[in-house]
Structure formats: C-alpha cells, structure tokens
C-alpha cells in the first residue's frame, strides 16, 4: 500500500529501529512507547494486511515465529511482557497494518492496558448460543 506509514517504514523510506528483520517479518521500536524504560516493539508482516484475518497461512507462521524469538529476549529484558494486537478502530488499531505490539514490563511502570469489566452470562444457555453463532461463522 503506497500510503501506508508501515510499509514505508519496511521499505526504509522513513527510518526507523529496526530491532529484527527476516523475509517475511519486520520489528522496530514504536516512536510512542508504552514505556520509556523498555520501550516498545511493533512487530509486523512484510506483506500488507489489514486484518490478521486477511493474513496468509504462510505470513502467520511467520509472524508468531519472529513474536516468539522477541519474546524470549524480551522476557529477559523486562519482568513481563503484553503482546497486543488490535483490529479496525474501535478496539484500538490507527495505522491499517497488521501489528503485533510487544511491551515489556516492569514493576511499578504505571502501564495500564486496556481493563474489561467481567460478566457472568445468565445461564448456560445463553453462553451456548453464543459459541454455537461463532462456530456457525467458522463455516463461511
């Protein structure tokens, strides 16, 4: 996508920390991190997506290999570790490239991701209809 910011940061038309880089994959530090102390990395498919629905078989193994060996160092780095993803604008995603966001922890960082309140469902059965509608759409 020609107007995508990520894609051009992957192209390197604008810089950027690159943390890692592979064929498929690429990671760099976000320019408004989550935490100054450890800073925070957008990791992403090379290839452009919107949605990590969209995304090929091909790039998510991909994906969840690069999430996987940041993750390591990164546990090692900080005490913890949130791995985010957001899809369309309601639930968080500004730029319209799938990324992951990977924020190491610290105690006492004052980070607070985003909280949900826990509901009780009234009954079995209202909890049933709900799977079976999600099970129904894993068909189409």
């Given at each position: 996508m020609e107007n995508c910011v990520f894609c051009k940061i992957i192209k390197k038309e604008i810089s950027s920390s690159i943390v890692y880089e592979d064929e498929k994959?690429?990671?760099f530090l976000d320019i408004s991190p989550a935490s100054l102390e450890g800073g925070h990395t957008l990791v992403m498919p090379k290839n452009h997506y919107k949605f990590?629905?969209?995304m090929s078989d091909?790039?998510?193994?991909?994906?969840?290999?690069t999430i996987k060996k940041l993750s390591k160092a990164l546990l090692k780095f900080g005490e913890g570790m949130n791995i985010i993803?957001?899809?369309n604008k309601i639930a968080g995603q500004y730029v319209p490239?799938?990324?992951?966001?990977l924020i190491p922890r610290f105690k006492g960082d004052g980070?607070?991701?985003?909280?949900w309140s826990s509901h009780k469902y009234k009954d079995n059965r209202a909890m049933e209809e709900i799977?079976?509608?999600?099970?129904?759409?894993?068909?189409?």
């Open positions: 994959t690429f990671a990590v629905s969209e091909e790039d998510s193994k991909a994906i969840a290999l993803q957001n899809n490239h799938v990324h992951f966001h980070i607070t991701i985003e909280k799977a079976n509608k999600i099970k129904s759409l894993l068909k189409d």
